[in-house]
Nanobody
């Protein structure tokens, strides 16, 4: 079955960096775009970044553009989120996501999440 396992979160000071990883299994990883979402307490889940199946193209939310970089290694079935110049407002649980579309139905799979806390 589809499994997504995030790692790399933690406590970091403002201006610091973290690199999140998401190890995927149970599907043909190299054929699927991968997404990073985040959810802060009391807020809706927000799409942070998308990496195409080949990794040749990415999209980032305006709130993280220029600071976060999503990438992937298809040989390792892993997607990454490099987070630089972190701000307190980046504090959230970060989730890896993959979506499958069967006919007209969408199926989303999520990892357990990894907590990122930006604080001095």
């Amino acid at each position: 079955q589809v499994q997504l396992v995030e790692s790399g979160g933690g406590l970091v000071q403002p201006g610091g960096s973290l690199r999140l990883s998401c190890a995927a299994s149970g599907f043909f990883f190299s054929t699927k775009a991968m997404n990073w979402y985040r959810q802060a307490p009391g807020k809706e889940r927000e799409l942070v970044a998308t990496v195409t199946s080949t990794g040749d193209s990415t999209n980032h939310a305006d709130s993280v553009k220029g600071r976060f970089i999503a990438s992937r290694d298809n040989a390792k079935n892993t997607v990454y989120l490099q987070m630089n110049s972190l701000k307190p407002e980046d504090t959230a649980m970060y989730y890896c996501n993959v979506q499958f579309v069967v006919l007209t139905r969408k199926y989303d799979y999520w990892g357990q999440g990894t907590q990122v806390t930006v604080s001095s």
